[in-house]
């Protein structure tokens, strides 16, 4: 997953720290990751759309001096596990899987146990305020060790804070 850039993907103008922008995830047409690709408000409320969006929010771009801290709300977190749902593709899954424990983390999803084993094993979660007896989400683990674990996340959060 790439970066921000610090400039508007529309315009190439810099986003100035301070301001509202809108954030992208794009699939990458050759692989499984995505690109991140920011807009200034100006561009997007114009219609500027990039290819492969897959999942957007707005942001407020960060000041230099300012403490980092991820910029993005939980019903965005939310709204990328849900549509990652059926994608079976790899890093995909191991993406959905870190959201599920950011997500646990956060008390918005709650480990109820497990099903399967090995490789086929599965995580049961229920969300925040849901019906006890409900049926439970299935995120099927994809077995990542540690270091994997820490290299998604720190991806993961680094689009997510929106650093520039």
Known sequence: MARSTGLCA???????????????????????????????????EGGARPDGLFSYWRTI????????????????????????????????????????LILMRKRRLRFVGRSGDGDDERWLMLPRGADPNSPPIEVPNPQLSEEDI?????????ILRGEF
């Open 10 to 44: 529309a315009t190439g103008r810099p986003l100035e720290p301070g301001s509202a922008c809108v954030a992208t995830l794009c699939e990458r047409p050759e692989d499984e990751g995505f690109d991140r690709f920011d807009f200034c408000l100006e561009a997007w």
């Open 61 to 100: 771009v960060p000041r230099p001096d300012a403490k980092q801290k991820i910029l993005v709300d939980d019903d965005v977190l939310l709204d990328l596990f849900d549509r990652l749902a059926d994608d079976v593709r790899p890093q995909r899954a191991a993406f959905r899987f870190i959201l599920a």
């Open 150 to 158: 820490r290299e998604l996340s720190d991806q993961l959060t680094e």
